[in-house]
């Protein structure tokens, strides 16, 4: 069965609670998405926001404190939420990516550090108290005083599973990043397996159909293709004869169900789970929205990205990549007015920009 752009586009949008404001707690949605992107502190915030029929601040900054959801490297090695629940078995799960990332990044910087000295002392430095990076990383320096400072630190985070407790990643609450060992901060040791297919089926759940290559892009794993053939899922082929992965229950929406607005914020996951991401936006607007390691805040029209946006000092910037007709500049506005609220800017204005050419 072939599914083109529009029906994989209105699949999406519904497994990411995005058809509809959901009346899912936001640790259901959080569970649901697997992990939000926290490289950013307001970003997950946005994010619920946006997919939630009732959410406020102190619900996700509730659940931070009260331990049910944590902030550390996950996915692709960079920072998520993720509930503690899933956090214990997706950690061990990403260990292979990230040291892969530290080695490509600081192997040559620590090429005569003992990697095992390196993770003992670390959890013997951070046993039982909580430490900054640079505190962590002076520490470290003490032992090896002839390393670049920048690889000890975060060679550190990438080897030891830590989490970055609150207040640190709390809405509008930066500063030096905590870390604190996992299993003491959860009461509870990480999981020994490694549940690759508990993985390719949530990613399914939350971000299907999709083909090898972009489980592969969202997880940051690689040689996925056989723990996939292997599972027992059903197969569709999209337009360009890619096959595409599913659940075997689980349903399609069909391609002329309404998308309404939405905000998505910088570094949303859907704009990063595919590979391909013809279904969400034109290889165009993919160069202006993804910039390096960077991911910049966008709006959907008609369920697709028609542009970017920032909040800065009360003044909402929306920037449309082509022109919108009334209807959906109404729209934009409305939901915009309900964004500017949220962000404590309740009589916060608008502004448009010229359509860019992406």
């Not at 292979?96 to 090429?111: H, L």
């Not at 940051?220 to 337009?239: C, E, N, Q």
């Not at 689980?250 to 013809?278: G, H, K, Q, S, W």
Request: hydrophobic share 45%; net charge neutral.
């Amino acid at each position: 069965m072939k599914l083109n752009r529009r029906v994989l586009n209105r699949t999406t949008l519904d497994r990411q609670l995005l058809l509809a404001r959901s009346s899912l707690s936001p640790a259901r949605a959080i569970e649901r998405l697997v992990a939000l992107q926290g490289q950013e502190v307001n970003p997950p915030y946005f994010g619920l926001w946006s997919r939630l029929a009732s959410f406020a601040h102190d619900d996700l900054t509730s659940l931070l404190y009260g331990r049910q959801v944590v902030r550390g490297s996950l996915l692709r090695g960079t920072q998520h939420l993720a509930l503690a629940d899933d956090y214990r078995w997706l950690r061990p799960l990403m260990q292979a990516p990230m040291s892969r990332a530290r080695q490509a990044g600081f192997g040559r910087a620590t090429a005569g550090v003992d990697l095992d000295e390196l993770v003992t002392l670390a959890r013997g430095h951070l046993a039982g108290r909580t430490l900054t990076r640079p505190q962590l990383r002076d520490l470290l320096l003490e032992r090896w005083p002839d390393v670049e400072p920048l690889a000890l630190g975060w060679s550190a985070q990438a080897l030891v599973p830590v989490v970055h407790t609150p207040p640190n990643g709390i809405w509008n609450r930066g500063g030096a990043t905590p870390f604190t060992l996992a299993e003491e901060w959860l009461g509870r040791p990480l999981d020994d397996a490694l549940p690759v297919e508990r993985l390719v089926t949530r990613y399914l759940a939350a971000f299907g159909p999709a083909s090898v290559m972009d489980v592969q892009m969202w997880s940051g794993l690689t040689r996925l293709r056989p723990v996939i053939d292997a599972m027992s899922l059903r197969k569709y082929h999209d337009t360009e004869g890619r096959v595409l992965y599913d659940l075997p229950d689980a349903p399609l929406a069909e391609e002329d169900v309404p998308a309404p607005v939405r905000f998505l914020p910088a570094f949303d996951n859907l704009i990063v789970a595919y590979a391909d991401r013809t279904r969400m936006m034109t290889d165009e607007q993919r160069k202006a929205v993804c910039v390096g390691a960077v991911i910049f805040p966008t709006f959907l029209v008609d369920g697709v990205v028609a542009g970017m946006w920032n909040i800065k000092d009360g003044v909402l910037d929306l920037r449309p990549f082509h022109p919108l007709p009334e209807p959906a500049r109404a729209e934009l506005a409305a939901e915009g007015a309900g964004l500017l609220r949220f962000a404590g800017a309740p009589d916060g204005t608008i502004t448009w920009w010229r359509p860019s050419a992406a």
